[in-house]
Structures are given as C-alpha cells and as structure tokens.
C-alpha cells in the first residue's frame, strides 16, 4: 500500500483518467485554480486597482523560488517564459570565440540542443557526450579539455528519465574553469534542488511540469558572479535598475537577474505558480521526493511483472526521479500510446516507449487503474489492437 495523506482534496481529478504525465503538462492542484479564479475576479471588478498587491506577489514568488532551489539571495531569480528562453540567454550572452566547446549530452531535449547549435556558425563546437555507459558522468568529464566552456545538462533526462549526480558534475567543472548550466525542468517540484550544493552557474525551469503551474513562467537561476558575463539580448523598461522612473533618459540594467525581464511581468501565471509552489513548499521537497519515489518503485516493480516488458528507464532509486519509460515486445510504441491515451491513460511516447510520470499525490487507485488497462490492452490479438 502507498502512503497517502491529506492532500489528495487538491487534486479532486476525473476518475475515468489516469494522469501519468507530469514529466509534460501537470495538472494545476485546486489552490492554482482557486488563484486564478479569485484574479480573474479581481480584474474584472477592478482592473489593476490594487497593483501594489500584484508587486507584492511577484516578491513572494522570487522568494518562494529561493526557497525551493536554495539560491543564495531572491536577486539571483529572474522570472522568465520559459525554459529554452532562459537556455538561450545564456546561449546568446557569453562571449564565445571560434574554436569554444560547449558539451552537451546525446539525450537532451530540443531546448538545451537547439541554443547551443545555433553558436555553430560563430564556430562555437558542440559536442554530444553519450550518457549509454554505466558511470555518464564520467564520460561528461573525460569529454571536458582545453577548450572546453561550458557544460549544460539537463538534471534529469526526458525521455530515459536518467537522473545525473550533479555535484558531481558542478565540482568537476569548477576544476576545470567551465560553466555549469542545470536544465531543471524535470526535477525541479520532484525532489530537492540545491544550486549552492550543485555549485551551478545557471539553472532554468517551467512552471508547467513538477511545479504544478501554468505553462509560459518558468525561472532562471543566474549565479551573481556569473550576471555580468552574459551580454543581454532582450531590452524593456522593467530591466533596468531605475525601474519606474520612466523619464529617465540614462538606464544601466538592474543589478539583480531582474535584468533578464525586459516587460510587463506574466501576472496571471504569477498567481497560479505561487499558489502551486505554496502547496509544494508546505509539503515539503524531501517528503515530495519521497512519495514520488514509492511510485515509480511501484511502478517499475508492477511494469516488470508483466511479460514482454523491457525498462528503458533506470531502476536504480538514485538515478531516477519521476519518469518510468517502457517498451513492450512485439508491439509498436504509437499504436500502444493511441490506445492508452483512448482508454483514459494519459502518457507520453518518448525515447522509443512509452513514459509515465506520476506524481507525489498519484494515489494508488490511478496507478493500478493504468497497470490493469495496460494489461487488458496487451491481452488482446495486436490486430484489434490496431483498430
Ligand atoms: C528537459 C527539458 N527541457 C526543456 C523542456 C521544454 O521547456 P520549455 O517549454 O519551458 O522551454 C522540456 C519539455 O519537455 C524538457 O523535458
């Protein structure tokens, strides 16, 4: 039996839906929507009246942030759309020469690909370091040399769910003068996340995953010694240190990493996210950390009982966070997500299988619910399986 507490009223979810996809889109637990509801009503009663208040939350988020990845001080927090718009301010503010490396994994999601390959022209190398072998850490540090800038991995990978041992890595780079960029988005909300113990210089996430909020607000931890070396790319009146003082002519960018947030803030989402970060902060990460994990034990245990079932994903407790991807033999991957998804079992086809991600409050009954559909999916001919 899994462990189960009161925080099950949160998420009052439809019961003909298994939700095993928070490695994409979560669902928002009941206080974000209540946030939402009550700032909906605000505004239409009395538009931005109180928008003292709105500040007043915008503070409380950056703090709630803080807490939540143990960034030295709420300066080092920009609140930003997204995580790619966070990669690419580091991306396109460092001043790379012809002949940089940059060291990436060969599992990474688009988003800490794609920035990294658009320096190519400028004759920066990117170099996909395999993460195949049993010690991936080792093969990212024997890839760092000379030339070598930067390294950015994601801390937990998408599609296989391989969770990396970033201290690690932020000790090796410290050791050889690289930066040291975290793709948190699939670890951050599911387990403790300490920039100061992974010794990082950048660290991004969206809202939208583990945090449980909205899509388009996600954060970008930039270590302070680290500011000054990204030139920006994005200007506004809510970027510079004399924020409000608009007939100002002169303007030097906000000392703080508020520098990378050119415009009006995305107010709504603001609302949302910290009522998500309310409840997860009350709950605390390890505890988090912990009911996510008796999950994917579950599942990892239940999934290998079942014949003709192949783990992608490791087993190993340290090395994964919330994501099960599996594959079965004799069947093709899409025609057993289209099924799933029909039956109510919302996933995902990553890496070649099929991903679950439950989270902390997944109760039993979804987890069970999954197993059996997928069960009675893999029971019938493939032929009336195709249909
Ligand atoms: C590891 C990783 N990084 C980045 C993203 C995309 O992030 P965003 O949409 O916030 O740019 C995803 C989304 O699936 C992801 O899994």
Redesign the pocket.
């Given at each position: 039996m899994l462990h189960e507490t009161h925080w099950d009223d949160q998420f009052p979810h439809d019961p003909a839906i298994c939700y095993l996809n928070h490695?994409?889109v979560a669902p928002w637990p009941k206080c974000a929507a209540d946030a939402v509801t009550a700032f909906a009503q605000e505004n239409i009663t009395q538009g931005a009246r109180d928008y003292p208040r709105w500040v007043r939350l915008e503070h409380l988020l950056r703090s709630q942030l803080q807490a939540l990845m143990n960034a030295p001080g709420k300066d080092d927090i920009a609140l930003v759309k997204?995580?790619?718009e966070a990669l690419s301010f580091v991306a396109m503010g460092l001043d790379w020469q012809a002949g940089d490396e940059v060291l990436i994994s060969d599992q990474e999601?688009p988003?800490?690909r794609i920035p990294w390959q658009a320096l190519e022209p400028r004759g920066v190398i990117v170099r996909q370091v395999s993460l195949d072998g049993v010690n991936p850490e080792a093969a990212l540090i024997a890839a760092m040399g000379p030339a070598t800038r930067l390294l950015s991995i994601?801390s937990v990978q998408?599609a296989s769910g391989l969770r990396m041992d970033l201290p690690r890595l932020g000790r090796a780079c410290r050791e050889h003068n690289i930066l040291f960029c975290v793709?948190a988005?699939?670890s951050l909300g599911a387990e403790p996340f300490d920039v100061q113990a992974i010794d990082c210089d950048f660290a991004m996430a969206?809202g939208h995953k583990w945090l449980l909020g909205p899509e388009g607000l996600?954060v970008f931890y930039c270590r302070g010694e680290a500011r000054d070396k990204l030139q920006l790319t994005q200007f506004g009146w809510h970027m510079v240190e004399a924020m409000g003082d608009y007939d100002r002519e002169d303007w030097v960018p906000a000392n703080s990493a508020r520098r990378f947030e050119p415009g009006s803030p995305n107010t709504l989402a603001q609302h949302a996210l910290s009522a998500s970060l309310g409840l997860l902060l009350s709950i605390g990460a390890t505890r988090i950390q912990e009911a996510l994990q008796q999950r994917t034990a579950y599942l990892l245990q239940s999934l290998t009982a079942i014949t003709g079932i192949q783990i992608l994903s490791p087993t190993q407790a340290t090395r994964r966070a919330g994501i099960v991807t599996f594959r079965v033999a004799g069947q093709d991957s899409e025609r057993l997500h289209v099924l799933l998804m029909k039956a109510g079992v919302i996933c995902a086809q990553r890496g070649g299988g099929i991903r679950w991600s439950p989270h902390f409050y997944t109760p039993q009954r979804v987890l069970d619910n999954a197993l059996t559909i997928l069960r009675t999916i893999l029971a019938q001919p493939t032929d009336s399986n195709a249909g």
């Open positions: 490695a994409a997204n995580t790619s999601f988003s800490n994601s998408y793709d988005i699939q969206d996600g």
